[in-house]
């Protein structure tokens, strides 16, 4: 199998290096973080290349040559051998916002994620990130303050009251749909409560799960070494994210997908990851269910894994699941997640928090990597 991607580790530091040059020239942008699997050292074939830029200020134009850009570059890979993702999306800052931050501490970095989506996703996927060019002095200091803080308490704690939030507006959802008789609508629903709900758990470990294309079975295995292992799969049925549910499946899957799910089984096999075939499909079925449902419902048809059958007895199931997994939100709220407390009201000042609540911004990038060893009902910050 590696003789499937014999050069991938070398093409991604090459396109890398590509992406860097070409983004980190168009007028506006002060800087690029590196985010994402690459950034980690956790890449395999089928990692995008993650960046967040920082603009130097809010003009709408810069963003939109930067993503005419990646567009370009994206195009090129594609067309001069094997195709690429360049993800940046909406997950950038400004220089003003990135030096508000770094002056803030972990009441201020929780503040930033419960208003804003670009924190509450940015700072993720800029975990254990570096700045592309280290000479960048903000950009360097905004990338280190983001993954000193990631698993500060506070943090953790908005996190899990912000998936609890979703977990709970999906359940009511999926219940109104169910009541109107619009059964895939709620079966949607219930499975994007289901995703939060692992989400809640995941975050009260003081673990995050990375890439979508491997993510329930990481998630089976952070669950497996906490004793945890019954809940993850009570959480996985309902998602209709079990591999006994996928390989049960009698309807093929289109072609499109079974490429992907070929390549990502390669791709595993390349870096040596210990995954099975039915684990592996289901990965890359419950993560496109997701795509298609959101973005492509065009695509979709009887390979999608909504279980609608079973909807009734899998929205019990997600109630009761979502009364045990209160606890990890009580928690949240019960140590001031963020939102209210701290620094919030001097948000934005340089030098607005206490001395206590400066964040250590040359801890190294592995610091809070999660190695939390809690069950759900009380946030544990990762400290690996």
Request: with cysteine; proline share 5%; hydrophobic share 40%.
């Amino acid at each position: 199998m590696q003789t499937f991607f014999p050069r991938w580790r070398e093409l991604q530091r090459d396109r890398l290096d590509e992406a860097v040059r070409t983004l980190g020239a168009v007028p506006g942008v002060h800087g690029l973080l590196i985010g994402g699997s690459v950034a980690r050292g956790e890449a395999w074939p089928m990692s995008d290349i993650d960046l967040l830029p920082l603009y130097a200020d809010t003009a709408p134009h810069v963003a939109e040559l930067v993503e005419t850009r990646r567009a370009e570059l994206v195009d090129w890979w594609a067309a001069s051998g094997r195709a690429q993702s360049l993800d940046l999306g909406r997950l950038a800052f400004t220089v003003d916002e990135a030096r508000a931050a770094v002056a803030s501490g972990p009441a201020g970095a929780a503040a930033r994620l419960r208003a804003d989506a670009r924190w509450f996703h940015g700072m993720d996927k800029a975990y254990g990130g570096r700045a592309a060019d280290p000479e960048s002095s903000l950009t360097d200091r905004f990338a280190r303050w983001i993954t000193a803080m990631r698993f500060e308490p506070l943090v953790v704690e908005a996190r899990i009251a912000r998936w609890y939030e979703d977990a709970g507006a999906a359940r009511e959802q999926a219940h109104t749909a169910r009541r109107a008789g619009r059964h895939e609508e709620a079966a949607g629903q219930l499975r994007e409560a289901a995703r939060a709900l692992r989400q809640v758990a995941v975050e009260s470990w003081g673990e995050r799960l990375g890439s979508m294309g491997r993510e329930w079975t990481r998630f089976e295995r952070m669950a497996l070494v906490r004793g945890e292992d019954a809940l993850a799969a009570r959480i996985a049925r309902i998602a209709g994210a079990h591999p006994d549910d996928v390989a049960r499946g009698t309807a093929p899957l289109p072609g499109w997908l079974q490429e992907r799910v070929d390549l990502c089984w390669a791709a595993r096999r390349a870096v040596g990851e210990d995954v099975t075939v039915e684990q592996n499909t289901r990965d890359q079925v419950a993560a496109f269910t997701l795509h298609v449902t959101r973005h492509r419902p065009d695509l979709g048809g009887a390979w999608l894994t909504l279980r609608a059958p079973h909807l009734d007895v899998d929205l019990d199931e997600l109630d009761a699941l979502y009364g045990e997994l209160s606890g990890a939100s009580v928690a949240a709220a019960a140590s001031g997640g963020g939102a209210s407390g701290g620094d919030s009201s001097s948000d934005g000042a340089p030098g607005g928090d206490t001395a206590d609540e400066s964040p250590a911004v040359d801890d190294p990038a592995g610091r809070g990597r999660g190695r939390g060893r809690g069950k759900p009902g009380r946030a544990v910050p990762g400290r690996g």
